[in-house]
Nanobody, 116 residues
Framework: QVQLVESGGGLVQPGGSLRLSCAVS????????MGWYRQAPGKERELVAA???????NYADSVKGRFTISRDNAKNTVFLQMNSLKPEDTAVYYC??????????WGQGTQVTVSS
């Protein structure tokens, strides 16, 4: 079992920044990759950024150059630094722990709203 708790969402103006955090606990040794997903109203959940156990990262094209995923192994925490935020980044952001293709864990989600 893996438990994920997100924090750091909120309301920010266009061009602003936010940093999301995901505290990870439980069977951490089993996690192969961590990711951030988002889901906007009326849209499907999409991958925003991911980082593998080995440290390889990948990003959705829409956030490349603006968002950065990182982790603090000592604190069992994964971060998503979001800069130059746009209104289209508005969504509920979810932390994901990938164990296998049929075994994933999700956080409760945190709302990010980009609006003036």
């Amino acid at each position: 079992q893996v438990q994920l708790v997100e924090s750091g969402g909120g309301l920010v103006q266009p061009g602003g920044s936010l940093r999301l955090s995901c505290a990870v606990s439980g069977s951490i040794f089993s996690i192969k990759a961590m990711g951030w997903y988002r889901q906007a109203p009326g849209k499907e959940r999409e991958l925003v950024a991911a980082i593998t156990r080995g440290g390889t990262t990948n990003y959705a094209d829409s956030v490349k150059g603006r968002f950065t995923i990182s982790r603090d192994n000592a604190k069992n925490t994964v971060f998503l630094q979001m800069n130059s935020l746009k209104p289209e980044d508005t969504a509920v952001y979810y932390c994901n722990a990938h164990i296998s293709p049929i075994n994933n864990y999700w956080g409760q989600g945190t709302q990010v709203t980009v609006s003036s």
